[in-house]
């Protein structure tokens, strides 16, 4: 079991940015963000895999941006430009793949406690 933890999140106004981090207890897998809605499905924000390849959800594309430090385990999620509809529950998830394939929250093994992002209009 991969250990996962993280920070960061907040409340900001519409426009604003907003950086979140995971610790992972073990890397050099597919690593990924997803935010949930009370009431709906958790959604795929980005991910990246061993390779550095990344995927964003249509949604976030030129807003946000995914980073991970393979030395430190750690993935990064840099949000910019954030609207009320990026408002969620924010999880760092780990998926024991090389490869991410489709980003899909069944697919993934490991999950973050999750970290509340609030934007207001």
């Known amino acids: 079991q991969v250990h996962l933890t993280e920070s960061g999140g907040g409340s900001v106004q519409d426009g604003g940015s907003l950086r979140l981090s995971c610790a992972a207890s073990?890397?050099?897998?597919?690593m990924a963000w997803f935010r949930q809605v009370a009431g709906n499905e958790r959604e795929g924000v980005t991910s990246?895999?061993?390779?550095?390849?990344?995927t964003y959800a249509d949604s976030v594309k030129g807003r946000f941006t995914i980073s991970k430090d393979d030395a430190k385990n750690t993935l990064d999620l840099e949000m910019n430009s954030l609207k009320p509809e990026d408002t969620g529950i924010y999880y760092c998830?780990?998926?024991?793949?090389?490869?991410?394939?489709?980003?899909?929250?069944?697919?993934?093994?490991?999950w973050g406690q999750g970290t509340q992002v609030t934007v207001s209009s």
């Open positions: 998830a780990l998926r024991l793949t090389t490869e991410c394939g489709p980003l899909r929250a069944g697919f993934f093994s490991s």
């Open positions: 990246t895999d061993r390779s550095g390849r990344v």
């Open positions: 073990a890397g050099y897998y597919c």
